[in-house]
């Protein structure tokens, strides 16, 4: 592929530079290929786009730099931030006032998948240095995937509601774990103070930025229309400029337009119609966004250890999930059939586990790089693999208003 590109720059020179023609074809080939691959077999969208970043990736596209820096990060930061503003504003704090067995389920889903794999990574071998942080890593499910999903299936119910609420809850305490760690990976720690202070740097930051952000959009809100498309534009302008300020601050950008999100819902409980808002912006932003993470991760090392310890850390990860949140199910008000499938449906992993990993490999090259050898490969697997079995979960627990078709020569039919 390299020596494709170096052909095409010999005669072909853009004025916005030959890399925005490779995304422009790249985000294309990624959009027809995502709606084909959802109009003939079912599957949703976010699996055609993972597939064709895949494939560039392994073909040796450069256009995507790990570990994640630059533009390619902003994007990646603003696609999260996007998505996890929006998971925040969907999650009412005073439903864990009326059933605090849900936040008991979340923090027990995560504790164990956090011990599950970092125990396992230490039974093979892993240096301690990378199998906490592989342990963090694998925490964070994926609202980017999952929500995504839920709009190609066109899901609403229990099972879905919950699903959306525990994995943004894991992404929570990643990110703001995440980031703390790698500001003292390579600093040991003296005692509780120097381990406790970076945590709560990160989230004093974090919800500092997420509160001015959503008290702006409540000031907005009062002489807005919440249906309006400048209060939409105004809304990603606001994200856009805490993305971009809210690390250089010691803060996590994602982290602070989740927590803007969750507290404008408090300011602002009524329903805003958020999906129909952002429309075409924000679907090229994900598209962007999926194809330039399974870029990235399909640039991993794949030889026969790496691969081992990256197959072993999905397998426990799915186990100690589902482990987890059916020992925080007692109470929580749902079956334990709804568990197992909120449990599935949190399979998948993508750009939040993505950007906890490069933060590791930014602080440390050395043990980003043992990190990254394992984590990067299980992302990929799960970004596919993880959309595949939340669809599947979805489905079987009936809470899709749309019957998994295949189209064939034009002929659309339910399959059994």
Not at 239 to 266: D, F, W
Request: charged letters at 10%.
């Amino acid at each position: 592929m390299n020596e494709l590109m170096s052909f095409w720059a010999q005669w072909l020179r853009p004025s916005a530079g030959l890399p925005t023609v490779q995304w422009a074809l790249l985000l294309a080939v990624a959009s027809v290929t995502g709606y084909l691959l959802q109009r003939y077999s079912g599957l949703p969208k976010v699996v055609g786009y993972t597939l064709v970043g895949t494939a560039v990736g392994l073909a040796g596209f450069s256009g995507a730099i790990w570990p994640l820096q630059g533009i390619g990060l902003f994007l990646v930061e603003l696609g999260v931030a996007v998505v996890l503003f929006e998971a925040g504003g969907r999650i009412p704090l005073r439903w864990f006032r009326h059933n605090p067995m849900v936040l008991v389920q979340s923090i027990a889903e995560s504790a164990f998948t956090y011990f599950a794999v970092y125990w396992v990574m230490l039974w093979l071998d892993v240096p301690e240095r990378a199998a906490g942080p592989l342990a963090l890593v694998a925490v964070a499910a994926s609202p980017t995937v999952l929500t995504r999903v839920v709009v190609d299936t066109r899901a609403a119910g229990p099972v879905t509601d919950r699903a959306i609420v525990l994995a943004t809850l894991s992404s929570l305490y990643a990110l703001a774990l995440g980031s703390a760690h790698a500001e003292v990976i390579n600093r040991p720690a003296a005692g509780l103070i120097d381990t406790v202070y970076p945590v709560l740097v990160v989230l004093g930051m974090s919800v500092a930025v997420g509160a001015l952000l959503s008290m702006l959009m409540r000031l907005a809100l009062r002489v807005m229309s919440p249906t309006s498309e400048n209060t939409t534009i105004l809304l990603l302008a606001l994200i856009a400029a805490s993305t971009a300020v809210t690390a250089h601050m010691g803060g996590s950008a994602p982290l602070a337009a989740l927590l803007g999100g969750m507290l404008l819902k408090q300011l602002h409980p009524r329903p805003w119609g958020w999906p129909r808002q952002m429309g075409t912006a924000s679907s090229l932003l994900t598209i962007l966004m999926f194809v330039l993470v399974s870029t990235v991760a399909a640039q991993a090392n794949w030889s026969g250890p790496v691969a081992g310890a990256a197959v072993a850390l999905v397998v426990v990860r799915l186990l100690a999930k589902a482990v987890g949140v059916g020992l925080g199910n007692v109470g929580s008000g749902a079956s334990w059939r709804q568990a197992l499938w909120v449990s599935c449906a949190m399979a998948p992993m993508s750009a939040i586990a993505l950007l906890v990993a490069s933060q590791f490999v930014v602080a440390s090259a050395s043990t980003g790089h043992l990190i990254a050898r394992i984590a990067l490969p299980a992302i990929l697997v799960m970004e596919v693999l993880g959309a595949v079995i939340a669809t599947v979960a979805i489905y079987r627990a009936g809470e899709s208003s749309k019957p998994w078709q295949r189209s064939n020569n034009g002929d659309t039919r339910r399959e059994s």
